[in-house]
Nanobody
Framework: QVQLVESGGGLVQPGGSLRLSCAASGSIFNIYAMGWYRQAPGKQRELVAVIPSSGITNYADSVKGRFTITRDNAKNTVALQMNSLKPEDTAVYYC???????????????WGQGTQVTVSS
């Protein structure tokens, strides 16, 4: 089995910063991409940032210049540094890993349990 465990959410004032972390563990042959998604109440889950094994990052337009995604391939971890947070960043943030569990396996998406980020004064 594969598990993704997130940490780092919480309550922060507008303009503040938070850092989310996610660690993948279990039967993992190769992780092709790791990323962060978020879902606000009443809205669909949306991509925040993704980083494939190549290290070439991709961000949602709404977070460009404020959020930074990093990855440690050796440790199967991904982090999201969030600066200049806005109330509209309030959401449950989910870690995602697109991976293969063993040689010859299909690729699958795995998700963390989600961590709440609330930006409010």
């Amino acid at each position: 089995q594969v598990q993704l465990v997130e940490s780092g959410g919480g309550l922060v004032q507008p303009g503040g910063s938070l850092r989310l972390s996610c660690a993948a563990s279990g039967s993992i042959f190769n992780i092709y991409a790791m990323g962060w998604y978020r879902q606000a109440p009443g809205k669909q889950r949306e991509l925040v940032a993704v980083i494939p094994s190549s290290g070439i990052t991709n961000y949602a337009d709404s977070v460009k210049g404020r959020f930074t995604i990093t990855r440690d391939n050796a440790k199967n971890t991904v982090a999201l540094q969030m600066n200049s947070l806005k109330p509209e960043d309030t959401a449950v943030y989910y870690c995602n890993a697109h991976l293969r569990r063993f040689f010859g396996d299909n690729t699958y998406d795995y998700w963390g349990q989600g961590t709440q980020v609330t930006v409010s004064s």
